[in-house]
C-alpha cells in the first residue's frame, strides 16, 4: 500500500512523495542496483534496545547473501565493541567489524591536518580503546595541561559542569586551538517517553557565538552525520574489507531515519537514500521538506 502526501518543493510547487509500507520486500527487489547498504542504528535497526520488526531477517539476510553493509553511529562516546554490546541487548548481531562511528572520522582528520603525536584536551569520555589515541594523539583531560593542547575535542557529554567555563577561557587565551565535534547532533530521544538528551554540539555552537562577542572566530568541525567524514571514511572501510571499488556513490545507499543527518548527508555525498519512519521523523515532517533533507523514498517500516 503506497499513500501519498504533499510535499512542498524548493520553489513552492507541491509534489507528491510516496509512502512505501515496507522496506524489505522492496530492497529484495532492487538490491542489484547497489554495491553497498549504510544503515542507521537508532530508529532504524533498534528502538530503546529493542530490535525493530523484520531488522534480524534483514541482516542475516546481508550475511548470508556475502552483500557489503555498514551501520553508520553517530555515537562518538562508546567504541566499537561497547557499541556492538550495546546493540546486542535488543537482541541483534551487529560486530564491531561493521560498525563506523562519527569518531571514527577523526583518524582522516588528524592525518589531512597533520596533527600526528600532538596533545589534544578530551572534554568527556571518548570510548575504550579511546578514539583520539587510536587516531594517533596523546590525550589529556588533566585542566592544568590546557596550554599544552593543541585542540579540544567534545565527545557527547562534558564531564564536568565547569567546563563551559574552562574552554571559554581556554580559548580565549589560545584562539588558534581546534575545536573538534565528533556527534553534530544537537539531541536524541532519552529513555523515557517524550524525554530528549543534549548533545555537545549545542554548547560547541554556544561556545562559537558567545566567543564571537568577545572577538574569537572559532569553528567547530563535525565529524558525523551529516558531515562527509564520517560517509568518507565508511566507504573507504568498505573499499578495503570487501576488496572492492565504489567508483559510482550514487550506488549506495542509506537507510536512515533522520531527515537531518542521514538524508542529508546521503545526499551531499551523492548518494541514494530512504527514509524509514520508525525514529525521530514522522510523517507529518514530510510536508516541509525540501531540498538535501527531502528523502528520495519513504518506508513505514523494514518489515
Same mark, same amino acid.
Given at each position: ?82 557499541? !556492538? /554490546?550495546?546493540? &546486542?541487548?535488543?537482541?541483534?548481531? %551487529?560486530?564491531?567489524?561493521?560498525? =563506523? ?5 577523526? #583518524? ?91 548533545? !555537545? /554540539?549545542?554548547? &560547541?555552537?554556544?561556545?562559537?557565538? %558567545?566567543?564571537?562577542?568577545?572577538? =574569537? ?5 563535525? #565529524? ?80
Amino acid at each position: 500500500m503506497i499513500a501519498r502526501i504533499e510535499v512542498s518543493a524548493q520553489y513552492g510547487m507541491a509534489m507528491k512523495m510516496n509512502i512505501q509500507d515496507q522496506f524489505l520486500p522492496w530492497w529484495e527487489e532492487h538490491e542489484q542496483n547497489y554495491d553497498l547498504l549504510l544503515l542507521d542504528v537508532d530508529g532504524t535497526l533498534v528502538q530503546k534496545h529493542t530490535a525493530l520488526p523484520g531488522v534480524e531477517e534483514m541482516l542475516k539476510g546481508l550475511e548470508s547473501r556475502g552483500f557489503p553493509w555498514y551501520v553508520l553511529t553517530n555515537d562518538g562516546h562508546r567504541s566499537h565493541d561497547e557499541k !556492538s /554490546a550495546s546493540i &546486542a541487548k535488543s537482541g541483534l548481531n %551487529v560486530p564491531p567489524s561493521h560498525l =563506523v562511528s562519527c569518531a571514527d572520522a577523526l #583518524l582522516d582528520f588528524v592525518r589531512n591536518e597533520e596533527l600526528e603525536g600532538q596533545m589534544f584536551f578530551r572534554a568527556g569520555y571518548f570510548g575504550s580503546p579511546d578514539y583520539g589515541e587510536s587516531a594517533g594523539l596523546k590525550m589529556t583531560d588533566d585542566t592544568a595541561r590546557i596550554s599544552e593542547c593543541r585542540g579540544f575535542i567534545l565527545p557527547e557529554s562534558l564531564d564536568r559542569a565547569t567546563m563551559p567555563d574552562i574552554l571559554f577561557n581556554a580559548f580565549l587565551d589560545n584562539p588558534d586551538r581546534y575545536l573538534i565535534v565528533p556527534n553534530p547532533d544537537s539531541y536524541w530521544p532519552g529513555f523515557q517517553p517524550g524525554e530528549f538528551v543534549l548533545g !555537545s /554540539a549545542p554548547f &560547541a555552537r554556544m561556545l562559537q557565538k %558567545v566567543l564571537a562577542e568577545k572577538g =574569537v572566530r572559532v569553528s567547530p568541525h563535525f #565529524l558525523g552525520k551529516p558531515h562527509h567524514g564520517i560517509f568518507d571514511y565508511a566507504i573507504k572501510v568498505a573499499e578495503e574489507h570487501y576488496g572492492m571499488t565504489l567508483g559510482d556513490r550514487y550506488r549506495i545507499l542509506m537507510l536512515g531515519d533522520s531527515v537531518h543527518s542521514d538524508i542529508p548527508g546521503a545526499v551531499r555525498g551523492g548518494m541514494d537514500n530512504a527514509l524509514l519512519l520508525t525514529g525521530i521523523t514522522h510523517e507529518d515532517q514530510l510536508t516541509d521538506l525540501k531540498g538535501d533533507n527531502r528523502p528520495r523514498r519513504v518506508f513505514r517500516r523494514i518489515a
